[in-house]
């Protein structure tokens, strides 16, 4: 896991009480206010129920008569007298003891907070925004994606679907060119006439990341993504055909890999799963080669056997896999979603096989009888969707929006702050830890629009060198100083520097490239070259700030040239053997390099 410090993450959350003066209303929110009419009558709430002060307001000559609300609480309607301002009267009864607020009643404008789509089966979206519109479902009970869609939809991001195969024809899918067919051993990832489940895929396509805001259908949760898709499961494969699958997708850029599906014993719902080395390797090879030694994220389904699984070594024993169990619309895990020690966490998904009496996730589906929607229905689209297939890319496509809010984030922070970040539902049966881990949920139901605010941050620009000058000179043993101007940030980080030193073209090339000296923390505005003692001729230093989250833009290459001292000028008095002696050329020395924070590391 991370070191690094995410106690910032939980983000406060602010209650906004709305107090408004009763005049006012016009003035200062007139454009709010101009789409809000006027009833013509005043809202007015008394400190307490006293019936001679409300005698009196009905009494005046500029009310009617008073309507007491719903509720036990003092607040009445006053309708008023024909050619009466209802901002005027509501002006006055506010200064009048007794009265807690009067307010010129208007019609406010309202909508539904609805998914700002404009697909097909955009409503039909629970998964994403939950507001009721699912009889028998839990209002809220969705990722609450809509903030992190403020921020980024994803574009940019390679999504890896390892399934049985995606259809790169749907209208409603980005799917890359090539693809990967561990089967047939070719770059045509679609799926096979004949095979198990071929629409599998498709489905959990357009869950991660269906085009979003294009007019058809529905929408991913990073509908702004590619999909890269892999033809491997459904098959007979070996581990090998497997693993391949893996690095295949890593290599051609995947940022994060989809996996819904899971190794099974037939006839055993849980079975014990010991170790296999190749899948051991598969998950290491996109933690530690993916996204250029960042980490490709990989997620898992957790399983849809409804029973406790403790020993399922490739999820168990790969730190940094995410495993998903499935939870209702109403907020509940699914009875078939497997639990135990390998669950992560959770997303919102439908029955086995859309059923169970819940709503599906509706999502792109194969047009044709192969589809999920069965035959004769020829619909590219389906609201069959369910199982902990349908959870996985929930979570799949939040990563991607994650890794679009901020690309220099770690893997392993991925999965400390979809944890950190989770909301804690089914409280009264998922069993919580103190720690706020379930075996059932894991750290509860993901929250996109929270994790992906989390991480949102841009790298700090790429710092202007002001010393050396392009060319310029550097004495040995002067302890001269490399200076730079302070890096832009755009998100106010506090920033260190480092600092990279190499070999330039010169009457040598032999040694041109290599890094001399490689800094990478704690650095401030200055790098002081010390007792220098390395080759004279030319070398390249640039800089570059980095915040909590990694290393910003690295400056241009500056060119400078290691020089000797003039030597002083010949005393007839010295005899010769006193003083050093050095060969024309010196020689490559260690570099001492004092510094409060960071590590020094010397490249030979």
Known sequence: ??????????????????????????????????????????????????????????????????????????????????????????????????????????????????????????????????????????????????????????????????????????????????????????????????????????????????????????????????????????????????????????????????????????????????????????????????????????????GNSGCEQNAYSMLNDNPGVIAVASISDQSRKWGYSVWGAHVDIGAPSGGLGGGGGRPGLWSTDMFGDAGFNGAGENREYSPRMGGTSGAAPVVTGTVALMLAANPRLLEEDVREVLCATADKVDVANAGYDSAGWSPTLGCGRVNAGAAVTAVANDPPQAPAITFPEEGGDVVLGAQTPIRWAAAEDVDGDALSYGIEVRRAAGDDDDSAGEIEVEARAGLELEYLLRELDWETGPYEVRVAARDLWGVGEWSDWVTFNIVRPIPPAADDDDDGDAGCSSSEGGSAAMLVLLMPLGLLRRRD
């Open 1 to 302: 896991m991370s070191t690094r410090p995410f106690g910032w993450i939980c983000a406060a959350l602010a209650a906004t009480a709305l107090s408004l003066p009763a005049g006012a209303g016009a003035g200062e929110h007139d454009a709010f206010f101009a789409k809000a009419p006027l009833t013509g009558e005043v809202l007015v709430r008394l400190a307490a129920h006293d019936d001679a002060l409300l005698a009196r307001l009905v009494g005046r000559d500029d009310v009617v008569e008073a309507e007491h609300r719903a509720g036990v609480w003092p607040l009445y309607s006053f309708s008023l007298a024909d050619g009466v301002d209802p901002l005027t009267l509501a002006s006055a009864l506010e200064r009048i003891p007794g009265v807690n607020w009067a307010w010129a009643d208007r019609i406010v404008p309202t909508e539904l907070h609805a998914l700002p789509l404009d697909d097909t089966y955009a409503e039909n979206l629970w998964h994403l925004e939950n507001v009721w519109q699912m009889p028998g479902g839990l209002p809220g009970g969705d990722i609450e994606v809509i903030p992190a869609w403020e921020i980024t939809d994803g574009t940019g991001q390679l999504i890896g679907v390892i399934d049985g195969g995606v259809e790169d024809t749907h209208i409603d899918l980005r799917v890359a060119e090539e693809g990967w067919d561990a089967v047939d051993q070719d770059f045509d990832a679609n799926p096979a006439p004949g095979q198990s489940n071929p629409g599998h895929g498709t489905l959990v396509a357009g869950v991660a990341a269906a085009i979003g805001n294009n007019g058809e259908g529905v929408a991913g949760v990073a509908y702004g993504a590619t999909v890269w898709p892999v033809r491997a499961i459904g098959a007979q494969l070996s581990q090998a055909a497997i693993y391949d699958a893996f690095t295949r997708a890593v290599d051609a850029g995947a940022t994060v890999l989809n996996n819904s599906w899971g190794f099974v014993i037939h006839g055993e719902p849980c079975p014990e799963l010991p170790p296999m080395p190749a899948m051991n390797e598969a998950m290491s090879y996109a933690r530690e080669v993916g996204r250029d030694g960042l980490g490709t994220v990989v997620v898992f389904s957790a």
